[in-house]
């Protein structure tokens, strides 16, 4: 991913405080807040989260990648496969990216390669990503990524507005074709 690594998080990450502040931070912006369950008000928060996510892998129930700057190391978001059903190789995705990551498709680059793993690695079938129809930014990274749209699932998820939201729901299956290379144009 050339200026990105998607890297597994580690029990290390616990005792970071670089990254315990991170996560702090990335549970403070807004569109974060709204768009995803990430709740992290303090570093003993962002511990407790992160160990969820490490148990949640050992478990096979979901794999959480850091998304981090390759150069030094910095936070610049997560993306996830949860399974949904293993055995059937169903899967979702979700993905948040602090701002500093933004527009500079960043998240595609992430939501792409954790595809491609979960494909090639995890034998997963079909992975979905569903989000709020009112987030935009998702929407194109679901596009961008090679998910096609499916449908609008009708108030499914409650968001960080405490309101049920629609989403708009895309997938892909192992057997569809890689999605374009990225050009220029519209980020992420």
């Known amino acids: 991913m050339g200026d990105v690594l998607l890297r597994p998080w580690d029990r290390q ?3 970071r405080d670089v990254v315990l502040d991170g996560l702090v ?3 403070a912006d807004p569109l974060i807040a709204l768009w995803s369950p990430l709740k992290a008000g303090d570093r003993a928060e962002a511990a407790s989260w992160l160990k969820h996510r490490l148990d949640a892998w050992e478990r096979g129930s979901v794999a959480s990648f850091a998304v981090v700057d390759a150069a030094d190391g910095t936070l610049l978001g997560n993306v996830a496969v949860r399974w949904v059903d293993r055995a059937d190789g169903l899967a979702m995705t979700g993905y948040w990216m602090l701002p500093e990551a933004r527009g500079r498709n960043v998240a595609t680059r992430a939501a792409r390669a954790v595809t491609r793993w979960a494909f090639r690695t995890a034998d997963a079938r079909r992975i979905e990503i569903a989000h709020a129809t009112g987030n935009e930014g998702s929407c194109r990274v679901a596009h961008r990524s090679g998910y096609l749209p499916e449908g609008i699932l009708r108030e499914s998820f409650r968001f960080g507005d405490g309101r049920y939201h629609d ?7 192992a057997t569809d074709p890689e999605p374009p290379e990225l050009a220029d144009g519209p980020r992420d």
Request: charge should be negative.
């Open 167 to 173: 989403e708009h729901l895309h997938a892909r299956l």
């Open 13 to 15: 990450d616990i005792e």
């Open 25 to 27: 931070a990335a549970a």
